[in-house]
């Protein structure tokens, strides 16, 4: 049975491991996670190359991308993308439509950059369109940002989501994807000076604005998202069925990686991130706290009419 953490916890950079075994406080349940899409995987840490974990583990993202174990499909082929962080503020990135398996320049890649940071993502997409502009992880100034999960009726809600964004915010809006509105709305509510507290400001506005339009609220959003500087991980969901999350060590001196799903078999090595919490990766070590868009400050949508509720059918993963 793998391990979850169950409440706030604090991990020492020194104090990553014992004799191979996980954090004392982690408790062992049976994992009863519903399984969605998408697969990623983000580390921060010593330098590591990026084939640690989008190339090389027995169960390396490319390998997720065709062959997933805790997603609701196997395969992940509807394009991918790598976001690292180097010696200037904004992050590099490379996204293409291709299936993470069949691109021989993301292996030759992987295997030549080192990076202290970086995202990697792999997409099953049923909404959005197969595109490059749809692709993870997306990029706004310092700012990447990756997202697996869904909103329930998003043709609803994107227009009133969008007439929240700032002139210059909508102007960065390239794709179709609700994940690529998240992201943009929680720039908008204050990512770069509070990121939890924005991201959870994002979620309950959506929230709000669902129930305004007389729709069933539906949110389920496990994503990663970093200013080069700490990398941040939300698990969370208005129906307590999020997406996965998992985290462990790696690297030489206390790095440590997020993930979809764990890299290996080893269950010793991988705590489950429960449903209801956000992650913090700094340079102190890790934190681990709960998270609720409920405690979200109100922000209200403007005026909208209420819409015929449509069949419970239809959602929209990124």
Request: proline share 6%.
């Amino acid at each position: 049975m793998r391990k979850v953490l169950t409440h706030f916890y604090h991990v020492p950079l020194e104090h990553r491991r014992d004799d191979g075994r996980r954090i004392a406080s982690y408790q062992k349940i049976r994992n009863r996670s519903d399984r969605r899409m998408c697969r990623w995987a983000a580390y921060r840490g010593e330098p590591l190359y990026l084939e640690e974990l989008v190339t090389s583990p027995a169960h390396s993202l490319i390998e997720q991308s065709h062959c997933a174990t805790r997603a609701k499909t196997a395969t992940n082929g509807d394009g991918f993308g790598i976001a690292w962080y180097g010696d200037r503020p904004e992050p590099g990135r490379y996204r293409d439509i291709l299936p993470a398996w069949s691109d021989c320049n993301l292996r030759s890649i992987a295997r030549q950059i080192r990076s202290r940071l970086f995202l990697a993502h792999v997409r099953a997409a049923t909404g959005g369109g197969t595109r490059r502009d749809n692709c993870h992880p997306f990029v706004h100034g310092r700012w990447a940002f990756m997202h697996n999960g869904q909103i329930g009726h998003f043709e609803h809600l994107r227009r009133p989501m969008e007439n929240m964004l700032a002139d210059d915010l909508y102007a960065a809006r390239t794709g179709t994807t609700d994940s690529e509105l998240l992201f943009l709305l929680a720039l908008q509510f204050g990512l770069e000076r509070d990121p939890l507290g924005a991201v959870a400001e994002a979620l309950g506005f959506v929230e709000r604005l669902a129930e305004q339009l007389g729709l069933k609220v539906l949110v389920r959003f496990t994503a990663a998202f970093s200013n080069g500087q700490d990398l941040f991980a939300v698990r969370y969901a208005s129906d307590r069925k999020a997406p996965t999350l998992f985290a462990a060590p790696m690297g030489p001196q206390g790095g440590y990686c997020l993930v979809s799903e764990p890299l290996n078999d080893d269950d010793n090595a991988w705590a489950e991130i429960p449903d209801g919490s956000a992650v913090i990766v700094g340079e102190n070590g890790v934190d681990v706290r709960l998270f609720s868009a409920a405690d979200a400050p109100l922000r209200e949508p403007a005026s909208v009419a209420p819409v015929a509720r449509p069949a419970d059918k239809g959602v929209q993963l990124a």
